[in-house]
């Protein structure tokens, strides 16, 4: 499973032998856009292992946002190619309005699925844009952080 989502963030993901407060150090490595990514899909192994197979999709929403016009190509991708990984990512339907449609510069953005899951996918929107934002910055060569999680997640994790 670690590969899998290394292979879908991008990030180095290391299960290390630390633990803190009861619960396994988890050590990302990569671009920040990698680690965040990383921690939305470990974030989301562990809300599906929470829930219950009889839970309903009561927790569905629609949340709406605006974008700059000019950044809507950065969320759709070539080819709807990093709309599809936003919404493969989270599980959560992406709908990126078009450009004719667009008022005062801004397009509206409507996510739809379950709330915890919109959060995650307005947030890698969001950084999107911001990182675009900041494109003139120097990038470093990589960054580094750590989460926790149950020890008993970190077998699931492994793969044992």
Do not use: H, W
Request: glycine fraction near 8%; aromatic fraction near 2%.
């Amino acid at each position: 499973m670690i590969r899998e989502l290394q292979d879908k963030s991008g990030a180095t993901i290391d299960v290390t032998d630390e633990q803190e407060e009861g619960k396994t150090v988890i050590r990302l490595s990569g671009e920040l856009e990698e680690i965040e990514r990383a921690k939305v899909l470990l974030a989301r192994i562990y809300q599906d292992e929470a829930r219950s197979p009889q839970k309903t999709n009561e927790d569905a929403i629609a949340d709406e946002f605006e974008i700059p016009e000019d950044k809507c190509g950065l969320v759709i991708g070539a080819r709807g190619s990093k709309i599809r990984e936003i919404q493969a990512d989270t599980g959560v339907s992406v709908n990126v309005g078009s450009r004719d449609t667009a008022m005062l510069g801004m397009i509206k953005v409507t996510l739809k699925g379950d709330k915890d899951r919109c959060a995650d996918a307005r947030k890698i929107i969001l950084d999107l844009i911001s990182d675009a934002d900041n494109d003139n910055q120097e990038a470093e060569p990589g960054y580094s952080d750590t989460i926790t999680i149950p020890l008993d997640m970190t077998r699931k994790l492994i793969g044992l």
